[in-house]
């Protein structure tokens, strides 16, 4: 199985192709933020599993939709679509 993330842009458009595990992954990693927030929400709390349930939401989406840092010498950059894709 093919488990390699595409990623193409057009001018106005992104089409993203992934496997169905990856994307189960993605929403999976999904739910888990929003079991965070609803915990941010209720206690003004985040639990270590709230906490490594966002990382790995992070990390899911930086990788597989191949978003890139802005500055490559920082641990906390922030994110953008890769240069030239516009």
Known sequence: MNTETTVKYTKDRVV??????????L?????GLV???GS???????????????????WTLQ???GFEK?????YHSQYRIPKGSK
């Open 16 to 25: 993203i192709n992934m496997s169905l595990d990856k994307y189960e992954r």
């Open 27 to 31: 929403c999976q990693n999904f739910n």
């Open 35 to 37: 079991c965070a927030i």
């Open 40 to 58: 941010v929400h209720d206690l003004w709390d985040f639990s270590l599993r709230d906490i490594h349930a966002m990382d790995e939401l992070k």
């Open 63 to 65: 990788f597989d939709l």
């Open 70 to 74: 802005i500055e490559n010498d920082s």
